[in-house]
């Protein structure tokens, strides 16, 4: 097992004690993923989704968790439950009828207003633009460039080849590079010259 994140060794061996029936244990696991979890299902499904599928994931990660035996890290064992959580939400959502309301549309100008906070119209911003490329390729870029997971461990949290990730993570960083060059270019910021 290789960590990706300076913690992962300590965080799996944590969710091994809470396997094991510790329940000091469990709640040091959920504090010490929460952050990532939410991160990583915020950029998949938004962020007006993200605490209801953060908690969906942690439900369902403590109803596996006696099977969990730390062959990957903990954490990329719980993206890979996170990232199934997402999947079947779309589902459900793809069978349902859509309703926008007013205070949907409402919420969502607000959130897109600029808070004066330093980074945050930045991380705005860049969340904006990871909404705006492919599913597959902005799931491989959160989880190797955001979350910092090594090619192997994004790749069995996707369920699939190390290479398809990091195919995946080369066109992302290229279709952002593209939307901010145009992004420069419409905006004016671009000299001509």
Same mark, same amino acid.
């Given at each position: 097992?290789?960590?990706?994140?300076p913690?992962?060794? &300590?965080?799996?061996? %944590?969710?091994?004690?809470?396997?094991? !029936?510790?329940r000091? #244990?469990?709640?040091?696991? %959920?504090?010490?993923?929460?952050?990532?979890v939410?991160?990583?299902?915020?950029?998949?499904?938004? *962020?007006?989704?993200?605490?209801d599928?953060a908690?969906?994931? +942690?439900?369902?990660?403590?109803?596996?968790?006696?099977?969990?035996?730390?062959?990957?890290?903990?954490?990329?064992?719980?993206?890979? %439950?996170?990232?199934? /959580?997402?999947i079947?939400?779309?589902?459900?959502d793809?069978?349902?009828?859509?309703h #926008?309301?007013?205070?949907?549309?409402?919420?969502a #100008?607000?959130?897109?207003q600029? *808070? !004066?906070?330093? $980074? /945050?119209? &930045?991380?705005?911003?860049?969340?904006?633009?990871?909404?705006?490329?492919?599913?597959?390729?902005? &799931?491989?870029?959160?989880?190797?460039?955001?979350?910092?997971?090594? +090619?192997?461990?994004?790749?069995?949290?996707?369920?699939?080849? /190390?290479? *398809? %990730?990091?195919?995946?993570?080369?066109?992302?960083?290229?279709?952002? /590079? !593209?939307?901010?060059?145009?992004?420069?270019?419409?905006? $004016?910021? +671009?000299?001509? !010259?």
């Open positions: 097992m290789t960590a990706a994140h913690h992962d060794s &300590e965080v799996t061996s %944590i969710a091994l004690e809470a396997r094991d !029936g510790d000091a #244990a469990l709640e040091e696991f %959920i504090r010490a993923t929460q952050r990532d939410w991160r990583f299902v915020a950029h998949l499904a938004g *962020t007006a989704a993200a605490d599928l908690q969906e994931t +942690y439900l369902r990660a403590v109803r596996s968790l006696s099977s969990f035996r730390g062959r990957s890290s903990a954490r990329t064992w719980l993206l890979a %439950i996170a990232r199934r /959580v997402v079947d939400q779309f589902r459900r793809s069978v349902r009828p859509s #926008a309301g007013v205070d949907d549309w409402q919420l #100008a607000e959130h897109a600029p *808070t !004066g906070l330093p $980074g /945050v119209d &930045e991380a705005v911003a860049l969340g904006d633009l990871l909404a705006r490329i492919d599913d597959d390729r902005r &799931e491989a870029f959160v989880l190797t460039q955001m979350l910092r997971l090594t +090619y192997p461990e994004a790749a069995e949290v996707c369920s699939c080849p /190390v290479g *398809t %990730i990091r195919s995946r993570v080369a066109r992302a960083r290229e279709d952002l /590079v !593209g939307m901010l060059n145009d992004e420069r270019h419409d905006s $004016g910021a +671009y000299s001509a !010259g």
